[in-house]
């Protein structure tokens, strides 16, 4: 399996920060990757697909960049409704893997 | 407009089977190209993916649990079932039915149906 490992785990940021969140993932993957937020008591949803790309209706504000095994997903101008968890995943191969997620609360 | 809501028994007994239907709307699992998931996530923790079906039938699952996993799909009711065989206190999770597409993300999420397994 590949496995996704996230940093940092947990992030402090203020309204109006720019932030940075971490995937590396144990093999390449390509292209193959994924960024979701999650909301507490929310469903997941998609920001980002093949490393750098927006899901529709994702501001800019969101931004993604990497292949192989290192990817960044950077929030800026936070907001206080981007205050979330984010999950990278890889679907490059079966089985398809998450990494452990990314809290970013509000400092 | 794509939407899946997850239905099932909220509570189960360990050693019961689960089984969760998936019900959609706004596309047909017989269009080439897609397909339709479960993923699970215990509370407080990360996602795990658990399966996969496809358009053609092809079905994917997650190795650490392959032995007890099965899905299904019903394409006259736009259904997709899964079966968790032999359930056990930590596979209570909320459990997301979830759209994608051939080499595309998970796009589209159901709203997820929680499940305790305790006796």
């Known amino acids: 399996d590949i496995q996704m490992t996230q940093s940092p785990s947990s992030l402090s940021a203020s309204v109006g920060d720019s932030v940075t969140i971490t995937c590396r993932a144990s093999q390449g993957v390509s292209n193959s990757l994924a960024w979701y937020q999650q909301s507490p008591g929310k469903a997941p949803q998609p920001l980002i697909h093949a490393a750098s790309f927006l899901q529709s209706e994702v501001p800019s504000k969101f931004s993604g960049s990497g292949s192989g095994t290192d990817f960044t997903l950077t929030i800026s101008s936070l907001q206080p409704e981007d205050f979330a968890t984010y999950y990278c995943?890889?679907?490059?191969?079966?089985?398809?893997?998450f990494g452990q997620g990314t809290k970013l609360e509000i400092k | 407009q794509i939407t899946l809501k997850e239905s099932g028994p909220a509570l189960v007994k360990p050693t019961q089977t689960l089984t969760l239907t998936c019900t959609f709307s706004g596309f047909s699992l017989t269009t080439s190209g897609v397909g339709v998931g479960w993923i699970r996530q215990p509370p407080g923790k990360a996602l795990e993916w658990l399966a996969l079906?496809?358009?053609?039938?092809?079905?994917r699952y997650s190795p650490s649990l392959n032995s007890r996993l099965a899905i299904t799909k019903d394409t006259s009711k736009n259904q997709v079932v899964l079966t968790v065989t032999n359930m056990d206190p930590v596979d209570t999770a909320t459990y997301y039915c979830v759209h994608r597409r051939v080499r595309g993300i998970f796009d589209i999420w159901g709203q997820g149906t929680m499940v305790t397994v305790s006796s």
């Open positions: 079906i496809y358009w053609n039938d092809d079905k």
């Open positions: 995943q890889q679907y490059h191969s079966y089985p398809y893997t």
